[in-house]
């Protein structure tokens, strides 16, 4: 275990920032974790655990301790005849435990094809996609209070006690940057569970058999996941390719009254039910169902005149208006100029303050 200096983050980061690192580490196991917490790096400074860097923006150099989380391991804890219960280290890729899953037919995760990230992010953003969310089948979270950074510290939070909102957590809220997330625990289901409630999921399977000839739509496991990577490739610029965090801004969410006012003034404005509601006010504790519609951000900032926008280095990707693109050596200032602009041009234009996903560090 080595602790590096003045380390270079701009391969650890999917917007591929040139930023710098204080001190620097990669744990691979818990035996790594722990002797980690005794060091004065660890001690003495502010720290970043990092996973696949792909919802983070950095707005300057680092001034203390990333550590690359690399710990892997999945395994089946128990199962029955209806459900298997899984266990995932956070270092893993996120999608490699969707393949897991999907390969042996394991029903719940498969609609999270493709996000990018590790499974460590997965709970601190309740991911979600396509009608699906982790929470959904999430079972707890273990963690390590980063204060005491002792084994007694460990902590087992149970699927409530992540307070879980729309892309949120209390890992985001009230303890962010208090707890270091080591594993979690799935339980998936081994009777067929599809969900295809979401339009362009439902209607690209359901060209994707008509193409075929195919009269009979069971939609597997494979079907699903398949569609979703394809959906997400098709809309979404790789990475490697373009640097990008994915989608920078969350969608938003009104109460049906004020809905109904933009629907007079923009009556092709779309919105949708949110099925397990939204979160009431600043914490992630009180969720009202069917109270909130959903506005997606990314039509709004078309509507705005941003889709396929480029200043300098940075812009707005042509296929898809929620990412903000790196065309290369884009400084942190230069997006988060981007990020601003739009977000006034938005409150100017409808009234609504977009929020972003991505973490700015």
């Known amino acids: ?108 995760i498969e609609n999270l094809s493709l996000i990018p990230g590790t499974v460590g992010a997965a709970p601190m953003q309740n991911i979600g996609a396509y009608g699906a969310e982790l929470r959904d089948v999430l079972e707890s979270v273990e963690a390590y209070d980063l204060e005491s950074g002792k084994e007694n510290k460990k902590k087992v939070f149970s699927r409530e006690e992540c307070l879980f909102g729309y892309r949120d957590s209390i890992f985001k809220n009230e303890l962010k940057d208090k707890y270091f997330i080591f594993a979690i625990t799935l339980k998936l289901s081994k009777v067929e569970k599809k969900n295809i409630s979401y339009k362009i999921l439902r209607e690209y399977l359901e060209n994707l058999y008509a193409q075929t000839g195919n009269k009979i739509v069971p939609y597997s496991l494979k079907d699903i996941s398949d569609a979703v990577g394809a959906i997400r490739k098709s809309k979404l610029p790789d990475p490697a390719i373009i640097p990008n965090a994915g989608s920078f801004f969350k969608n938003i969410f009104v109460e049906e009254e004020k809905l109904n006012e933009l629907l007079k003034i923009y009556p092709n404005m779309p919105y949708f039910e949110e099925k397990n509601g939204r979160k009431n006010g600043s914490k992630a504790s009180v969720f009202i169902a069917s109270v909130f519609k959903k506005i997606p951000a990314a039509w709004l900032i078309e509507q705005c005149g941003w889709k396929g926008k480029r200043i300098g280095n940075v812009g707005v990707h042509n296929m898809q208006a929620l990412v903000l693109v790196n065309y290369g050596g884009a400084t942190e200032e230069e997006v988060k100029n981007l990020a601003e602009s739009i977000i006034a041009d938005v409150k100017n234009k409808f009234g609504l303050v977009l929020i972003p996903e991505v973490n700015l560090i």
């Open 1 to 108: 275990m080595e602790i590096h200096k003045d380390y270079d983050l701009t391969k650890l980061n999917t917007f591929g920032i040139s930023v710098s690192a204080k001190f620097f580490i990669e744990i691979h196991d818990k035996t790594d974790l722990e002797n980690l917490f005794d060091t004065p790096e660890f001690k003495n400074n502010k720290k970043l655990f990092l996973g696949g860097g792909s919802n983070i923006l950095f707005t300057k150099n680092f001034d203390g301790l990333v550590v690359l989380n690399k710990l892997k391991g999945i395994k089946i804890l128990s199962e029955s005849s209806t459900d298997v219960v899984i266990h995932a280290m956070s270092g893993e890729i996120w999608h490699d435990l969707v393949i897991f899953a999907v390969e042996r037919g394991y029903w719940g």
